[in-house]
């Protein structure tokens, strides 16, 4: 709002200086309304503004004015004094305030009407955080949108939108990240609310930066082709690796208006037709940006778009059949296909029968004979399973798999029980939405990796002892202690599991974990970890199962923590600025001490 002095003067002004002292010194800070304003005198002008820099509050009455430029003492944010717009998107732009002289004295207005609301303004900021990477934007972002009321679907909509258009590589951990920090919202407190969307919009805006945009292809002319077809057709262009192909079918899809559980079929069959892609990861990102259709509509005018961004990766992906590892020494990419061929011949048994999960299905698929697992799989679907309830049963034991991980293993294997734990809970989350016959080979790739990580429960973690006399909030101070201190792996895993076992409340317990979880400088997969965890712990009522869960997450959180919590400081500062702290104050005195 550029600002021009005139002789008449109303109730909303507050006397700030005597006109001439000001013109002689050149500049004045003063506080108006609680607020703290610096006015200058220039090129024969009085011009007022907020004497906080936007960038990060330290007093722009140290700066320098030359020709209608105002330039921060400390990291240099220049602003062009009349409106106080600035020369640098990282900095954002100053509030100026209308300036009047009267009698020979100057007077400002502290609170003026604003061209836009709050809310309008950090939605434009958001934008520019995500095209140009900038955390500190990012975080004042965040903190000014959800405080101005507005709902994180609305800034996670724009984040899916921009991550889906800016990066020619497709959906990849960015998107994943945020709509998986969406998902555990509930979960958190006001403050971590702002941290859940804080972080995964940096996610999202260092997945694209530098990146080329995406140049879609285009839905056919032809819109009355059946389902089965198209279908066949996405099928078979994924096979040949035809990506192209592929996003043309796609979109055909989409515009025909098939619905979400049809266009989830047509994804999961491509995605399942090859073995474990890209150990997971290509089916965990399908289930996250159709779980990301869910928070911003299936009519989303960008849907296409949303859907569009998994083509390339499901095209290009190893496929595991191609592996040593699932080959030798027991052919189970082979044997896995021995059952696929009798699914329809199972299913068909068991459609009249009510399957109920046995007391030792667990153990049957921690078994050390391949065979006994697929046998565990074959007898469930002969039985009456159905593919909700199969997934649902091997999610659990690949997570259990997460609770008795060994310590004693290379650091980098946990990545190997994640995987195997995440790409089962997205089965399962697909196997929610579209329960197809097809969808049982994902199932049972999920359960040979079950198999094939058996060797990192050897020997296994102890489970911890139960203490139903423990105290609960000695227990959230021990695990946070525990996530202070590298190597407290299982000393985590007990608070977690003991913290439960003494009656303390699973809805504190999950918002202690995602407290944790945000202050650090987590990477992809402990992200991952958090939500699918949390997720099937939320599924299950049984308190044993609850409670290995339980123990999964924290476990896995504490092999990853402590952290340099970079992210955090960012979003400390951020914090600070919203609530007008005087933050090179606070760094001075500490400096001092």
Partial sequence: MCMSNVDTISDEYVAIADAATLREEGRTVASADGIPIVVFHHEGEFRAVNNRCPHMGFPLSEGSVDEGVLTCEW?????????????????????????????????????????????????????????QNLRLVLAKSAIGLLRAGVDPEDPFETAVVFGTKYREGGWSSGLTILTALLNRVPDLDDDDRERALYQGLVQVASDCADQPPKFDQEAFEAQDVPF???????????????????????????????????????????????????????????????????????????????????????????????????????????????????????????????WSEPDDFTDRLHSEEPEAVYSALDDAIRNGTTVEQLARAVTFAAGKRVAQFSTANEFSDWNTVHHSFTFANAVHRAAQRAPTTELYRGVYDAA???????????????????????????????????????????????????????????????????????????????????????????????????RVLATAVARYLAAHYPTRREREQTYSIAARLHRGERIHEAAEAAADD
């Fill in 75 to 131: 990291h240099h944010a220049r602003f062009e004094l009349t409106c106080g717009d600035t020369f640098d998107p990282w900095a954002d732009d100053v509030e100026s305030y209308p300036v009047r002289v009267v009698d020979g004295s100057v007077y400002v207005d502290p609170d003026p009407q604003r061209d836009e609301p709050p809310a309008v303004h950090w939605a434009e900021r958001l934008e520019d955080g995500l095209e």
């Fill in 228 to 354: 089965s077809r198209l279908k066949s057709w996405f099928r078979e262009n994924v096979e040949v690796r035809d990506a192209d192909g592929a996003e043309r079918v796609l979109r055909t899809a989409v515009a025909a208006d098939y619905t979400p559980e049809q266009l989830t079929e047509l994804l999961t069959a491509a995605a399942t037709d090859h073995r474990y892609l890209d150990t997971g990861h290509r089916f965990d990102h399908l289930n996250k940006a159709t779980e990301a259709l869910d928070h911003v509509g299936w009519d989303h005018p960008e849907s296409a778009d949303v859907l569009a961004s998994l083509v390339r990766g499901l095209a290009t992906a190893q496929r595991s059949e191609e592996l040593s590892s699932w080959r030798q020494p027991d052919d189970l990419a082979g044997r896995s296909e021995e059952s696929f061929d009798r699914l329809d011949e199972m299913v068909a048994e068991g459609a009249d029968e009510t």
């Fill in 448 to 546: 040979t990796n079950v198999y094939l990580d058996r060797f990192l429960n050897t020997p296994p973690a102890p489970e911890p002892a139960v203490d139903a006399d423990a105290d609960p909030e000695t227990e959230l101070q021990e695990l946070r202690h525990c996530f202070e201190m590298e190597g407290e792996v299982n000393a985590a895993g007990t608070h977690a599991a003991n913290f439960l076992d003494a009656g303390g409340d699973p809805e504190r317990l999950k918002a202690e974990l995602g407290n944790a979880l945000l202050q650090e400088d987590t990477g992809f997969h402990t992200f991952q970890a958090l939500e699918a965890g949390l997720r099937q712990f939320d599924l299950r009522e049984h308190p044993a199962e609850r």
